[in-house]
């Protein structure tokens, strides 16, 4: 394990320092442009038309879709690909099947022997790395994938795939310096990954301009479109044991609840998606019994797995909530979401990307009654906390800023509150990090 760690760590570091990364330098690591991974994916002899691919876009819920997908597939007895973004500790966490990053020795060939290629193309991070997942997939023999987009949907580079679905998730307000200023522009580059011919679900609770376009390119290439039912699916109570909690699901028509390790309130609008996937690929000759939706559903944060999406873990007699939720529509589904919550959340820890919209996503939370840890994670990126705790106090936020995230995590873990963990993915990883490195 430790030349594991140690492989995984120096290839990272190489990726870091020899190419642009979306998390470190913002939208100059972005290509507006398919040229780039092609050339990339022809170097690998296409590897992703060797196995079937469901592709996932939108603003909020593609993480958790895929999540779904990919664990309901297992449960199905298929030897599935997850292909994420962005990771939480080591690249390799975008690449997974059946759950399991590559190992250390397929990772060190692999670059080794593409490294150059790599570097001659030019090539972003992601790039690099979704050429990887797609290879992997490939190499691994899996029997379908789940390939998540990474920011857009037209430019981006798994965008290189032909899929049997196309999904989009719900569209919102993010990434509006890349994507455009209105919902009818960011839904136009979502909608980028409709193909020709190929069926399209689309996720309930779509802004009527969003929908309007994806009806419209779906129309154009002669894609059958699905709509997912609004409201087919409602949350419902509460289920724990002495390590985490689960949610249950009433769905319509169906006898028992679906039970959950994914716990939001929004989970209804991920899981209405994800059952009208699971329809379309019945319809295609897949084997998908209702047990194994069951199972799926059950353990797809376990399965995939998939960190920091109403994520509960207890420590001693406290209960940490981590969230990944950024932006205003991800706040506003976290406000309804912590009414209904199994317990009561004294303590906040918050922490920002600079160029997101935080005064908006601040105000869709509502304001915090309790303490608040301001905090940053180490990334160019992140907003200082001196900053934050400046935009935040006249909003109704509270309370100290620290250095660092491991800091507040540590000073929050001294109160014994209950506390939520959120406002960027690597806050999440990073207060997780600090956690995982406890004695306990």
């Known amino acids: 394990m430790y030349f594991c760690a140690v492989t995984i760590e120096a290839w990272q570091n190489w990726l870091y320092e020899r190419l642009t990364a979306y998390e470190r330098s913002g ?6 442009t398919l040229a780039f991974m092609q ?15 469901l592709h996932v876009a939108g603003t909020n819920g593609k993480g958790s879709v895929s999540a779904y997908l990919a664990a309901i597939l297992q449960a199905a007895g298929y030897r599935v690909g997850l292909h994420t973004s962005p990771h939480l500790w080591h690249f390799t966490e975008r690449m997974r099947v059946q759950g399991h990053e590559p190992p250390a020795e397929w990772v060190d060939a ?5 490294k150059d290629t790599i570097v001659e193309l030019n090539l972003s991070f992601f790039e690099a790395t ?11 023999s899996v029997d379908i994938a789940v390939v998540e987009v990474g920011l857009g949907g037209r430019w981006d580079a798994t965008n290189v795939v032909l899929p049997e679905v196309a999904i989009l998730t719900p569209i919102g307000w993010d990434h509006v310096e890349i994507l455009g200023p209105t919902l009818r522009d960011i839904a136009r580059e979502k909608a980028g990954i409709i193909k020709t011919g190929r069926p399209v679900v689309v996720s309930p609770g779509q802004p009527p301009e969003a929908l309007e376009v994806f009806q419209a390119v779906a129309q154009d290439r ?7 039912p609004e409201g087919a699916i409602q949350p419902l109570g509460w289920v724990s044991d002495e390590k985490t909690f689960y949610r249950t699901f009433a769905v319509e028509g169906w006898a028992e609840p679906l039970v959950s390790d994914l716990t939001g309130d929004y989970q209804a609008v991920n899981l209405a998606t994800v059952l009208k996937v699971v329809d379309v690929l019945r319809g295609q000759g897949w084997r998908i019994p209702e047990e194994a ?13 998939l960190y920091g999406r109403g994520q509960w873990v207890r420590v001693g007699s406290s209960w940490f909530l981590f969230d990944v939720a950024h932006n205003p529509p991800g706040f506003a589904a976290l406000r309804q979401f912590l009414k209904q919550a199994p317990v009561t959340l004294q ?15 601040l105000q869709a939370l509502g304001g915090w009654p309790g303490p608040v840890f301001f905090a940053a994670a180490q990334t160019p990126r992140a907003l200082p906390p001196h900053q934050l705790q400046r935009i935040a106090e006249p909003l109704g936020y509270h309370g100290s800023a620290f250095p660092s995230v491991e800091a507040a995590f540590r000073a929050l873990l001294e109160t014994g509150q209950n506390a939520l963990i959120t406002g ?8 997780l990090r600090t956690l995982r490195a406890l004695p306990h």
């Open 130 to 140: 979704v050429g990887m997942s797609l290879a992997y997939f490939a190499e691994a």
């Open 39 to 53: 050339a990339w994916d022809t170097c690998l002899g296409h590897p992703h038309r060797r196995y079937p691919i």
């Open 222 to 228: 002669q894609a059958p479109l699905y709509l997912a």
């Open 293 to 305: 939706v069951r199972a799926g559903v059950q353990e797809a944060g376990r399965r995939a797995p």
């Open 27 to 32: 939208r100059k690591a972005l290509h507006p």
């Open 110 to 114: 692999f670059l080794s022997r593409w």
């Open 347 to 361: 303590a906040l820890l918050l922490g920002f990307s600079r160029e997101k919209d935080v005064r908006g996503t």
């Open 424 to 431: 960027s993915v690597f806050v999440v990883a990073e207060a």
